[in-house]
């Protein structure tokens, strides 16, 4: 079973930024795609970036590009979202997500974290 667990999360003015974390469980996070989502309240749940198994190929949304930079480190079972001039309408749960074949994509994730909330004051 793979757990993943979200931190880094808070609350930063417009202009400002944030890194999130996803601490992955087990052995086996470097074989497999990971990604970001967000949740706004009242919205549905939208794809923000994703990373291959290795960290070389990304792909983001095209309101985060630019600003947000994924990535990942295999030795540490970690995925990060390093957050640049965030905007008010970034605010949402953010959640990671673990796909389900090594390499990037939009759907096809089979794990979720729990998230972490980022609010962005104006």
């Known amino acids: 079973q793979v757990q993943l667990v979200e931190s880094g999360g808070g609350l930063v003015q417009a202009g400002g930024s944030l890194r999130l974390s996803c601490a992955a469980s087990?052995?086996?996070?470097?074989?497999?795609?990971m990604g970001w989502f967000r949740q706004a309240p009242g919205k549905e749940r939208e794809f923000v970036a994703a990373i291959d198994w290795s960290g070389g190929t990304t792909y983001y949304a095209h309101s985060v590009k630019g600003r947000f930079t994924i990535s990942r480190d295999n030795a540490k079972n970690t995925l990060y979202l390093q957050m640049n001039s965030l905007k008010p309408e970034d605010t949402a749960v953010y959640y990671c997500?673990?796909?389900?074949?090594?390499?990037?994509?939009?759907?096809?994730?089979?794990?979720w974290g729990q998230g972490t909330q980022v609010t962005v004051s104006s």
């Open positions: 997500a673990r796909r389900s074949t090594a390499v990037v994509g939009t759907t096809g994730f089979d794990y």
């Open positions: 087990g052995r086996t996070f470097s074989y497999y795609a």
